[in-house]
């Protein structure tokens, strides 16, 4: 049976730190408002030069260096973005060359926050049915050029950020033990499309336009859909949630994580959270969080861990792996 198994990870976010208290200068908002209803302290800002692509491919090389294979290894790249470099062609294609893959498949997955555990999914599906053997997937993202700087409902949320993972094909037998991927669920409904949406695009109005939410909206639907998708995701691995080690779920809001720990009724403990440090990085949150864990030894051989995430769509899903 094949599995595919995370043999690396890697994150980066661009120097630039903007505080609350920073906020606070140019916008009526505190320090105490923002950490009070979020948990964010802090957020990384992209350099005027500094582009998804540049991001997305400085935290790939961490992750290719960390898993100690070559680019040339690389058969499938997935780019889980929804602040692309241009609207075409895919950025995923300019990390391609950057690399110097030399040959496979690179494609973007615009999934918003929920974008790469969307294409997690996508690249072990690919592995699992042969088409893949090594998948480098990543989340970047540059919601610092998509949001409105006036609203203060939405732009103290959101920060810059880039992670990666590489994914193995491995053969083996089928000792429940084995380390990999054993589960994966996705979904979407369109009906919420306007609760967390951008208000350009090409095809509108031939602008990029601002990010627009309707918060508590969002909130109800992200404590919902997330608690649900963390169970059928542990059902199909068939295990519960006493068999769970860390649950690294999308890192929006402080208060949204814990609301899904209390309905899962898992110890806070288990839970993976940079959305402090990190601000709401979108499609970069999970794997920022997996690499952040990863460093500091917290994630072990052998430890269940669960992903999830929610994102304008809305979509939403979770994932299973043993480390
Ligand atoms: N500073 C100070 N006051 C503020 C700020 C701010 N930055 N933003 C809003 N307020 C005010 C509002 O104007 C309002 O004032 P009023 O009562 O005088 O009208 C008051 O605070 C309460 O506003 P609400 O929007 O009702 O506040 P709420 O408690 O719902 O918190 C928040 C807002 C933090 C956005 C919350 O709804 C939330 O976290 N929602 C989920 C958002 C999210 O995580 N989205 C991303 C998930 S999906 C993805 O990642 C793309």
Redesign the pocket.
Known sequence: MILSRIIGCGGYLPQKVLTNDD??KN????HD??VG??GINQRHIAADDELTSDLGLAAARNAIKDSGISPQEIDLLILATSTPDNTFPATATKIQSKLGMGCGLAFDVQA???GFICAFSIANNFIKSGQAKTALVIGAETYSRILDWK????????GDGAGAVILRSEEGNDNKDRAGILSTCMYSNGDYYKA?YVDGGVSTTQTAGY?R???????KH?VEKLTSAANEALNLASLNIENVDWLIP????L??IDAIAKKLELDKKKLIITVDQHA?T?SA?IPLALSAAIKDGRINAGDIIVLE????G?VWGAGVARW
């Open positions: 906020l606070s916008l009526d908002t505190s408002w923002i209803r979020s918003v926050c929920a609203d203060r409902g939405t732009c103290v949320l959101f967390l990010l939410m309707e918060g508590r909206e969002v909130f992200a999308h890192q929006a809001n208060r949204i709401n979108s949150s995430a929610i994102g304008g809305l």
